[in-house]
């Protein structure tokens, strides 16, 4: 069965600092891979999608993420952190089951932001 | 485009009342899934209808039962709370692999 781990349940980065998110996967075929951020009380919003092709993708917001399949990772960065950042985001494999696709979903990780 | 809807947002119930969720799907989507979020955790799959069958299920009761309209809005039905079922139900639709999420019906259960 597939999985997501996200090893980090907090993370805190001064305003302005780069970010690193760390997610790794287990399925056996080449995932669909998504990013998502929940700000408190809110629903799922989709940062970025890795479906085949160039392994880099570019999202909203300034975010991108790199999708290695050596290490089954999709880790998501950006260079400049800004307050706004500050929420819950979470790492997701789309997997097909007989003619039906479901998400499976890391824990997530929090975002702090310090000034 | 009018994207995903939800209602009620917030909700409370007590253990062993009967639920019923609802959710409106993008324009043009035909599938929507169910996710049910504790907190401090990720979503976890319900179950996921397609032109009003469900086609897809995960590991949950059946007291967890749903409804695809042939508007493809849905409607996501709990029977006999308990306390655990307290959590954020997130409803998503989808034509693809891309799955857009609505802003979550709240559930407290007492």
């Known amino acids: 069965a597939q999985s997501v781990t996200q090893p980090d349940i907090h993370i805190t980065v001064s305003e302005g600092a780069s970010l690193e998110l760390r997610c790794n996967y287990s399925y056996g075929a080449t995932p669909y891979l998504f990013w998502y951020v929940q700000s408190p009380g809110q629903g799922l919003q989709l940062l970025l999608k890795y479906f085949s092709g160039d392994t880099l993708v570019q999202g909203i917001k300034g975010f991108e993420a790199e999708f290695k399949r050596s290490q089954s990772s999709f880790n998501l960065r950006k260079p400049s952190v800004h307050w706004s950042d500050a929420a819950e985001y979470f790492c997701a494999v789309g997997v097909v089951n007989s003619g039906y696709s479901t998400l499976t979903f890391g824990k997530g990780t929090m975002l702090l932001v310090s000034p | 485009e009018t994207g995903v809807t939800q209602s009620p947002t917030h909700l409370i119930k007590t253990r062993g009342q009967q639920v019923t969720l609802r959710c409106s799907s993008q324009s043009g989507h035909n599938t929507v899934s169910w996710y049910q979020q504790a907190l401090g955790q990720g979503p976890q799959f319900i179950f996921q209808?397609?032109?009003?069958?469900?086609?897809g299920r995960g590991n949950f009761p059946p007291r967890f039962s749903g409804l695809q309209f042939p508007n493809y809005s849905s409607e996501l039905n709990v029977n006999a709370l308990e306390l655990d079922d307290s959590a954020l139900y997130l409803c998503a639709s989808s034509l693809a692999a891309e799955q857009f999420f609505g802003p979550g019906t709240r559930l407290t259960v007492l």
């Open positions: 209808y397609y032109r009003e069958e469900e086609n």
